[in-house]
């Protein structure tokens, strides 16, 4: 059973699309009414559509689409509106059979899905460690930064919070991303 503080993690929910052969001009306009509509959502955090060739055949063409939320309650009322429902039936003519769907959660969030293919979750052993070489060095060197341009009086707690604060930015829209790139050879290896 989830726990109620899961349902306030980010979470990523990837859809991948198997799109009949000449339908893909119909099929790109569809994606980006469906990614318009959701960005309308309240916690909505971006939508990535990506061209997977590699899992193509003579009949298809996979798509896999990446929808961001920042928690569960956000994404849910996205998922269960009228106006997803209707995208959805828009899509039936274009598809060969019905998505697979998969969703990523907490800190699963900050390891990107490879473009190429929709990847099984890494394995958490390979996401602390991956964490740990991300976070290590901004937790050496962002506090040191902030306490030299805030006030010397400031408490240090709050000296504290502000480095927690630029640590999550960064980790979250620039290092993670970053780190998920170079290590991907790794993090999504079946073996």
């Known amino acids: 059973m989830k726990k109620s503080n899961d349902n306030l993690d980010p979470v990523t929910v990837v859809v991948s699309n198997h799109v009949k052969r000449g339908k893909e001009k119909e099929f790109k306009k569809w994606a980006s009414g469906i990614a318009k509509a959701s960005h309308s959502f309240s916690g909505h955090q971006g939508t990535s559509i990506v ?5 193509s055949s003579e009949k298809y063409v996979v798509y896999t ?4 939320f920042d928690n569960h309650i956000n994404l849910a009322q996205w998922e269960e509106s ?11 003519p274009l598809i060969t059979k019905a998505a ?13 899905i490879p473009e190429v293919t929709i990847a099984p979750k890494p394995p958490k052993h390979r ?11 901004l937790i050496l060197l962002i506090p040191s930064i902030v306490a030299k ?19 999550v930015i960064l980790m ?3 290092v993670m991303p970053g780190m998920t790139r170079i290590f ?4 999504f290896r079946k073996k």
């Open 51 to 55: 061209k997977n060739p590699e899992n």
């Open 127 to 137: 996401m602390a460690l991956v964490t740990l070489l991300a976070i290590y060095p």
């Open 149 to 167: 341009l805030v006030p010397p009086s400031m408490p240090w707690y709050l000296v504290t919070l502000v480095s927690c604060i630029f640590t």
């Open 82 to 92: 009228d106006e997803r429902r209707q995208w959805i039936e828009r899509l039936q």
């Open 172 to 174: 979250t829209w620039l």
């Open 184 to 187: 991907s050879f790794w993090l």
């Open 100 to 112: 697979d769907y998969q969703k990523v959660n907490g800190l699963e969030y900050w390891f990107d």
């Open 65 to 68: 689409s990446i929808f961001r």
